[in-house]
Protein backbone atom coordinates (compact mmCIF):
# COMPACT_ATOMS: atom_id res chain seq x y z
CA UNK A 1 0.00 0.00 0.00
CA UNK A 2 0.88 3.36 -0.90
CA UNK A 3 1.10 6.65 1.61
CA UNK A 4 -3.20 7.89 2.11
CA UNK A 5 -4.12 4.51 1.60
CA UNK A 6 -7.32 2.80 3.16
CA UNK A 7 -7.77 -0.82 3.81
CA UNK A 8 -11.12 -2.77 4.75
CA UNK A 9 -10.98 -5.74 6.39
CA UNK A 10 -13.87 -7.93 7.10
CA UNK A 11 -12.83 -11.18 8.63
CA UNK A 12 -10.30 -12.70 10.99
CA UNK A 13 -9.34 -11.51 14.38
CA UNK A 14 -5.57 -10.24 13.44
CA UNK A 15 -3.53 -8.38 11.10
CA UNK A 16 -0.18 -8.72 10.23
CA UNK A 17 1.74 -6.18 8.87
CA UNK A 18 5.56 -5.28 7.79
CA UNK A 19 6.62 -1.92 7.75
CA UNK A 20 9.08 -0.61 4.87
CA UNK A 21 12.90 0.64 5.28
CA UNK A 22 11.85 4.15 6.76
CA UNK A 23 9.14 2.41 9.50
CA UNK A 24 5.48 2.49 9.32
CA UNK A 25 2.83 4.54 10.52
CA UNK A 26 -1.32 3.35 10.60
CA UNK A 27 -4.07 3.71 12.28
CA UNK A 28 -6.14 0.43 13.17
CA UNK A 29 -9.86 1.05 14.09
CA UNK A 30 -11.97 -1.78 14.51
CA UNK A 31 -16.05 -1.84 15.19
CA UNK A 32 -19.50 -3.52 14.93
CA UNK A 33 -21.40 -2.46 11.20
CA UNK A 34 -24.00 0.26 11.61
CA UNK A 35 -26.51 -0.80 9.75
CA UNK A 36 -28.09 2.51 9.59
CA UNK A 37 -28.49 5.07 6.78
CA UNK A 38 -25.50 6.97 6.66
CA UNK A 39 -25.55 10.79 5.29
CA UNK A 40 -22.20 12.64 5.04
CA UNK A 41 -21.13 16.53 3.84
CA UNK A 42 -18.09 17.45 4.59
CA UNK A 43 -16.98 17.02 7.92
CA UNK A 44 -20.82 16.05 9.09
CA UNK A 45 -21.59 12.41 9.07
CA UNK A 46 -25.65 11.63 10.07
CA UNK A 47 -28.15 9.54 9.92
CA UNK A 48 -30.73 11.82 7.02
CA UNK A 49 -29.87 14.44 4.75
CA UNK A 50 -32.34 16.52 6.62
CA UNK A 51 -29.63 15.89 10.02
CA UNK A 52 -26.97 17.23 8.19
CA UNK A 53 -28.73 20.59 6.68
CA UNK A 54 -29.44 20.88 10.28
CA UNK A 55 -26.25 20.46 11.69
CA UNK A 56 -24.66 22.94 8.86
CA UNK A 57 -27.44 25.21 9.94
CA UNK A 58 -26.14 25.01 13.61
CA UNK A 59 -22.09 25.63 13.22
CA UNK A 60 -22.82 28.65 10.51
CA UNK A 61 -24.63 30.09 13.35
CA UNK A 62 -21.98 29.12 15.91
CA UNK A 63 -23.80 27.08 18.33
CA UNK A 64 -21.25 24.21 17.97
Known amino acids: MQRGQLAVLSTG ?12 RMILVAGQPLREQVA ?8 TQREIVQAVEDFRAGKF
Open 40 to 47: KYGPFVMN
Open 13 to 24: DSVNLTAGKSGA
